[in-house]
């Protein structure tokens, strides 16, 4: 993984003590909360509903031992006890003091982490595939792009002040696993004619006006990559509204241009950017390309892995994928337990997962856009053993991308700008499917809940996405149907009225029933949707 230079760490250690300097000023009271506002923003820290809210960065989200064992640390000494891991690969503490939040900073450092760029209308973290580096079917490691852009976009000053927040995604493969074509810039890592390149999707995202992204160019070399990438952003920066935040977005921008005159735009300015001479080398990729260089793996590793034991088997067939190096696998930990908060980890949980990743994965984890963790370097030999661990610990769950692997916002327990509480929800429907037995033969179902319109929760993505809402005063719940954040990408519909807190709990049930009723074989929810249409889910729905 990517280790900071002399210059990365001057550049985070400099920030620590600019935003230690502004912090004191406000708690004296030598500066308003209208001035500290846009400093605090600048360094991720937000004003929530009880108390400050801190989100680190977690670069496409892959972290060392070290570094998974400071947030721990940073979980028990200035929060209460806990994290939340994101959707942007990120880590959010929801409980922090003003006069705490330098110290943390320095913290972060200390394991070359830091929180800035985290918020506010600039290039936030650049995300990719949890997989990046180990899966069978990439064409390549995207995460040394996206490494190029992180040093690229940090601090850039043209883009600072964008019209709104920005965020991109970079995987090479043709399974989409970050939900790439629902980023502002999408990257897909694709190769032609034996040469590495990209195709570049733009104009994505969900929110108030749900969009995925067109394909801009079919195929851009690394060589270009940071031009192009730039000329597209120069055209956002140049004509996208200020006046409306809700309509600040690029989204809104390449629809309201139409996707060819943006795209010729694009192309002028690159163009332009071309004799500009702002590429890196290709030796700067390359240097940044040996830090993710394959570990030395073991050679002559067993295949077999012992099944005997039932619980173990169910969570090797469901949370174990396939390693692209013989005698190795992919260990998904999930942080969705029956009940427990979608996303939430304990400071002992996380310090456990530190440890686990340096005995078992090489020293490497990375955070996934749903919100678990994965262990990418595990010798099949040591499966067990790691089960046993995560099981005591209760990160043992064998429900990855089953219907109670929820994406959930923090919702109205947290945020300020929610409407309704998600956190409840997704309790009572993963308690519900775990109690009912449903849960096994429903299989792949991605389900996904926001508490506002700013979809947080990734819900216009979900085959079932929830929307909490404010109906007079008194919370209510969308159902959504039909979503996909996959190389499949679409948007999910709402099926009609909404919801309490129950009623939506209830309506999933009747939704997965008759999914298990009308399925033909082999479908997924998300197959038979599209087959049968809305009508007989909204019949059975609504009745």
């Given at each position: 993984m990517y280790r900071y230079d002399n210059y990365d760490q001057a550049m985070v250690d400099a920030r620590v003590e600019e935003f230690r300097d502004q912090a004191r000023r406000r708690l004296a009271g030598e500066m308003t909360e209208d001035q500290f506002k846009p400093l605090r923003l600048m360094n991720g820290l937000y004003l929530q509903l009880h108390a400050y809210m801190l989100r680190v960065a977690i670069p496409y989200g892959t972290l060392s031992g070290p570094q998974m064992r400071m947030l721990g640390q940073i979980a028990r000494k200035y929060d209460k006890g806990y994290g939340h891991f994101t959707t942007r690969q990120n880590i959010q503490y929801n409980w922090i003091k003003l006069e705490d939040a330098a110290d943390i900073l320095a913290d972060l450092a200390s394991v070359e982490m830091h929180a800035i760029q985290t918020s506010g209308n600039c290039i936030r973290n650049i995300s990719s595939d949890q997989y990046a580096g180990v899966a069978a079917d990439e064409v390549t490691d995207p995460r040394p792009w996206a490494e190029l852009l992180r040093q690229w976009s940090s601090f850039h000053p043209e883009f600072s002040y964008l019209p709104r927040k920005f965020k991109i995604a970079v995987i090479a493969s043709a399974q989409d696993r970050?939900?790439?074509?629902?980023?502002?810039?999408?990257?897909?890592?694709?190769?032609?004619?034996?040469?590495?390149?990209?195709?570049?999707?733009?104009?994505?995202?969900?929110g108030r006006t749900p969009m995925v992204a067109p394909e801009i160019r079919d195929f851009v070399t690394e060589d270009e990559i940071i031009a192009y990438v730039e000329a597209c952003l120069r055209v956002y920066n140049r004509y996208g509204r200020r006046d409306n935040k809700?309509?600040?977005?690029?989204?809104?921008?390449?629809?309201?241009?139409?996707?060819?005159?943006?795209?010729?735009?694009?192309?002028?300015?690159?163009?332009?950017?071309?004799?500009?001479?702002?590429?890196?080398?290709?030796?700067?990729?390359?240097?940044?390309?040996?830090?993710?260089?394959?570990?030395?793996?073991?050679?002559?590793?067993?295949?077999?892995?012992?099944?005997?034991?039932?619980?173990?088997?169910?969570?090797?067939?469901?949370?174990?994928?396939?390693?692209?190096?013989?005698?190795?696998?992919?260990?998904?930990?999930?942080?969705?337990?029956?009940?427990?908060?979608?996303?939430?980890?304990?400071?002992?949980?996380?310090?456990?997962?530190?440890?686990?990743?340096?005995?078992?994965?090489?020293?490497?984890?990375?955070?996934?856009?749903?919100?678990?963790?994965?262990?990418?370097?595990?010798r099949k030999a040591d499966l067990y053993a790691l089960w046993k661990e995560l099981d005591e610990a209760g990160l043992g769950a064998a429900n990855l991308d089953r219907i109670s692997d929820i994406i959930a916002c923090p919702g109205l327990d947290y945020c300020s700008l929610a409407n309704a509480r998600s956190i409840p929800v997704a309790q009572k429907i993963a308690t519900r499917f775990a109690g009912n037995g449903k849960e096994a033969a429903i299989g792949e179902m991605k389900l996904k809940i926001s508490g506002c319109i700013n979809a947080c929760g990734h819900h216009h993505a979900g085959h079932i996405g929830i929307l909490g809402v404010d109906r007079k005063g008194t919370e209510n719940y969308q159902l959504l149907l039909g979503g996909s954040g996959a190389e499949d990408c679409s948007l999910g519909q709402i099926t009609g009225p909404g919801f309490d807190e129950n009623g939506i709990v209830d309506a999933v049930e009747r939704v997965t029933d008759l999914y298990l009723a009308q399925r033909s074989e082999g479908e997924r929810f998300l197959d038979t949707y599209r087959r049968l249409g809305m009508a007989p889910f909204k019949e059975a729905i609504y009745g």
């Open positions: 970050a939900a790439m074509r629902l980023h502002d810039i999408g990257l897909e890592l694709v190769k032609k004619d034996g040469v590495i390149g990209a195709k570049v999707f733009a104009g994505g995202g969900m809700y309509k600040a977005r690029i989204k809104i921008l390449v629809h309201e241009l139409g996707v060819e005159e943006y795209r010729r735009q694009v192309e002028e300015e690159f163009a332009h950017m071309k004799t500009l001479g702002i590429d890196p080398p290709v030796a700067e990729l390359d240097r940044i390309r040996s830090y993710f260089a394959d570990p030395a793996y073991e050679s002559g590793l067993s295949e077999e892995v012992n099944r005997s034991d039932p619980d173990f088997a169910l969570w090797l067939d469901r949370n174990v994928v396939a390693h692209k190096q013989p005698g190795y696998a992919i260990a998904n930990i999930s942080l969705k337990p029956v009940g427990g908060i979608p996303g939430d980890a304990t400071a002992e949980q996380i310090e456990l997962m530190a440890d686990l990743a340096e005995r078992y994965s090489l020293d490497e984890l990375r955070v996934t856009h749903a919100q678990n963790i994965v262990l990418p370097y595990v």
